[in-house]
Nanobody, 124 residues
Framework: QVQLVESGGGLVQAGASLRVSCAAS????????MGWFRQAPGKEREFVAA???????YYGESVKGRFTISRDDAENTVYLQMNSLKPDDTAVYFC??????????????????WGQGTQVTVSS
């Protein structure tokens, strides 16, 4: 069993940067694919970024070039660095972990464990 706890959300102005973190409990963290999703009010949960167990990273189209996912396996932590934030980035950001060794990474169904989410609000 894996427990995920996000932190680092907050209120920022458009153009600012913010880093959110996700601390994971449990063993074998380095073997998990870690992902970030976000959900705005009235919208479906949207894929943001993934760091696969084999080291490759993937991003949603709306955040490419602005967001960077990274992980520290020694600290069981995954990060999402968000630059050039826009009001459209406002959402609850969720961390997720997958035990799957397949190539899937962008659907909520690909993940086994979820955090409680952290709110990110970008004002114009």
């Amino acid at each position: 069993q894996v427990q995920l706890v996000e932190s680092g959300g907050g209120l920022v102005q458009a153009g600012a940067s913010l880093r959110v973190s996700c601390a994971a409990s449990g063993r074998a963290f380095s073997t998990y694919t870690m992902g970030w999703f976000r959900q705005a009010p009235g919208k479906e949960r949207e894929f943001v970024a993934a760091f696969k167990w084999h080291g490759r990273t993937y991003y949603g189209e709306s955040v490419k070039g602005r967001f960077t996912i990274s992980r520290d396996d020694a600290e069981n932590t995954v990060y999402l660095q968000m630059n050039s934030l826009k009001p459209d980035d406002t959402a609850v950001y969720f961390c997720a972990a997958s035990k799957d060794f397949s190539d899937r990474y962008s659907s909520v169904r690909d993940y086994d464990y979820w955090g409680q989410g952290t709110q990110v609000t970008v004002s114009s």
